[in-house]
């Protein structure tokens, strides 16, 4: 296994020797500093205790001070030998790590789940020996790479949630229905397994489905869920096109048929609809098989898998025939029926419902539900999946996040340090100095340039110091500050 000091970009290996002589603290923060998502200015903090937990602790262990120092030092030297040329890094500062034992650092951070305003810090960290000043930017690559996705699908997932429970409360009588109405579909077009769990674990503060199993075993392992006590994340069967294929075009209605009465006579089952003719699905095969669905004890789910979600799902007045301009939730209302809640909205019978798992984004998440509602229909009608389009085409530049320097201590004296470009907007121009974040009425605030008994006295907490966790948070708790 790789030793996790190598988990870094390569120019940060020797800065070590670039910062001034006689240089013995760096204290830096993590800050998300701009949005490029309209209508987002409060960025959800979530995915530093995995980072903790998974490499300061984990992988540092395992693979670095576990390991004969010999070893270490060994392989050490033979990569940056084979990647810089002749070693004039050094090796002394990696073996006096590895004799200490432990990463001698500390992290002050908000408590997970809670909302932070565009440029006010989320965390900040320093070392707590003078010999190891450097290892506190040495960090900022890996712990980029690990915490920015998490923050950006917890944000945009919490962004979904709003909208859904907006237009929940304005139309129908189950706005508890929203915990579901947002489902992940996400993980087949991650960049990888890890960024798979990361955003999908995102996606569960603000939601309960998800077709990405091993989220919940993430949260079991790094945020002390428990899905034999709750609910982490669920789904419910479901087919894809193979299945519907496989049956033929010609036995598409006896498909359906042996679906609901055989394999699945009970519970909730999706069904792919739009494999062949997704019209002829909703006009002819579910009216001829109107009492067998309504006979089940459970709900069968039509899903249309391509097209426009908003047209498809609330129909389109320019469409060529009638099914096509009513959509597919009136379509189901014609067939099925259902009832007019107190809020005058229709909601369909609960043998039946809709799901739309391709193309939706926020925009169209909104469409959807103010498509319904013009319609005389509740939101809580269809349930949205949210996939990779919404959760892997991000960046860490979606939410600007950036992890700076700004104090530093040299000879025993105290630096305040910034940086602010000449040649940019201001969108890189850091605090200045040590920090406080102060509570804001229900938000957040950054002081800068205070004094270490002032630092000492804000919102932020030690989660970690000098090789041990000193918070660790539950799931549960996360979940109710991003649902406050």
Known sequence: MTNPLLYTDGYKVDHRRQYPDNTTLVYSNWTPRKS????IEDIVFFGLQYFLKKYIIEEFDNNFFNKPKEEVLSAYTRRINNYLGPNSVGIDHIGDLHDLGYIPMVFKALPEGVSVPIRVPMFTMYNTKSEFFWLTNYFETILSTTVWMPCNSATIARQYRLILDKYALETSSVPEFVDWQGHDFSM???AGLEAALMSASGHLLSFSGTDTIPAVDYLETYYNANSDEELVGGSVAATEHSVMSMGTNEGEQSTFLRLIKEVYPNGIVSVVSDTWDLWKVLTEYLPNLKQDVLNRNGKVVIRPDSGDPVKIICGNNEGEHKAERKGVVELLWDIF???????????LDSHIGAIYGDSITLDRARDICEGLKAKGFASTNVVLGVGSFTYQYNTRDTFGFAMKATYGEVNGEGRDIYKDPITDDGTKK????????????DSYALVDQVSWEQERQGELKEVYRDGKLLVDEKLSDIRSRVRK
């Not at 490029?36 to 209508?39: D, K, L």
């Not at 029926?337 to 005058?344: A, Q």
């Open 188 to 190: 087949r077009g991650m």
């Open 337 to 347: 029926g259902g009832s007019v809640n107190d809020k005058g909205y229709k909601e």
């Open 430 to 441: 850091s605090a200045k100095g040590l920090i406080k974040i102060v509570k804001d009425g």
């Open 36 to 39: 490029r998502i309209e209508g």
